[in-house]
């Protein structure tokens, strides 16, 4: 749900303004990310590569860090938090490997998009097509655990999918709107549904 969201906000975003401004801004989107995400994703490096660790030492708490900074700092430096999961074990930072996922996302899509958006449809299916044989690649055994690990955490189908999302809704929206699915009965039993999933989650069975 979290990478399908942000594949369709960015998407839209940019879209929108292709639309209103004639061109893509890279500089301007990259700024924006770097703005609402940077501050909060280093703070957290900063807590639980520095400061949790001297405050264990201090308190005298017996748990000792799967890593060093010298180990792992880098690889959250460019955004890679999930190969010190993959090479270290779980850590209290291990929930970041999404927001590098998004942020290795954002590096490439706008600039993509800037060069390819007349033929957007085309690339977001080619990436779900990628991502597919990647995943058949993986089926097969074939490629080092780390292959595997990669095609399992760069999710870009599903922001791929995202993405087709905020095209349909911006080239077909009135037609959307309409179509069936966005009826009032139709929503209530589709969202009655994915609570449930929610709820029950691994009982779903």
């Known amino acids: 749900f979290f990478f399908v969201l942000s594949g369709f906000l960015i998407t839209y975003i940019l879209?929108?303004?292709?639309?209103?401004?004639?061109?893509?801004?890279?500089?301007?989107?990259?700024?924006?990310r770097v703005l609402l995400i940077w501050p909060l994703y280093f703070l957290l490096v900063l807590i639980g590569?520095?400061?949790?660790?001297?405050?264990?030492?201090?308190?005298?708490?017996?748990?000792?860090?799967?890593y060093t900074v010298g180990e792992s700092w880098y690889w959250f430096v460019?955004?890679?938090?999930?190969?010190?999961?993959?090479?270290?074990?779980?850590?209290?930072?291990?929930?970041?490997?999404?927001?590098?996922?998004?942020?290795v996302y954002y590096l490439g899509w706008a600039p993509l998009?800037?060069?390819?958006?007349?033929?957007?449809?085309?690339?977001?299916?080619?990436?779900?097509?990628?991502?597919?044989?990647?995943?058949?690649?993986?089926?097969?055994?074939?490629?080092?655990?780390?292959?595997?690990?990669?095609?399992?955490?760069?999710?870009?189908?599903?922001?791929?999918?995202?993405g087709l999302g905020a095209w349909l809704v911006f080239t077909r929206g009135d037609a959307l709107r309409r179509h069936f699915l966005f009826r009032r009965p139709v929503q209530f039993g589709l969202y009655g549904l994915l609570l449930s999933f929610l709820t029950l989650n691994g009982n779903v069975d």
């Open 49 to 66: 590569l520095v400061a949790m660790p001297f405050a264990f030492r201090l308190l005298g708490v017996n748990y000792e860090m799967p």
């Open 113 to 162: 998009f800037k060069w390819m958006r007349k033929h957007l449809l085309a690339v977001m299916l080619t990436v779900i097509g990628i991502k597919v044989a990647l995943e058949v690649l993986v089926q097969l055994h074939f490629g080092s655990p780390l292959f595997a690990y990669l095609v399992e955490m760069f999710q870009f189908e599903a922001m791929a999918i995202g």
């Open 15 to 32: 879209l929108r303004e292709d639309r209103e401004t004639g061109k893509v801004r890279v500089g301007g989107f990259y700024l924006k």
């Open 78 to 103: 460019f955004f890679l938090p999930g190969i010190v999961t993959f090479k270290y074990g779980h850590h209290f930072l291990e929930p970041l490997w999404s927001i590098g996922v998004e942020e």
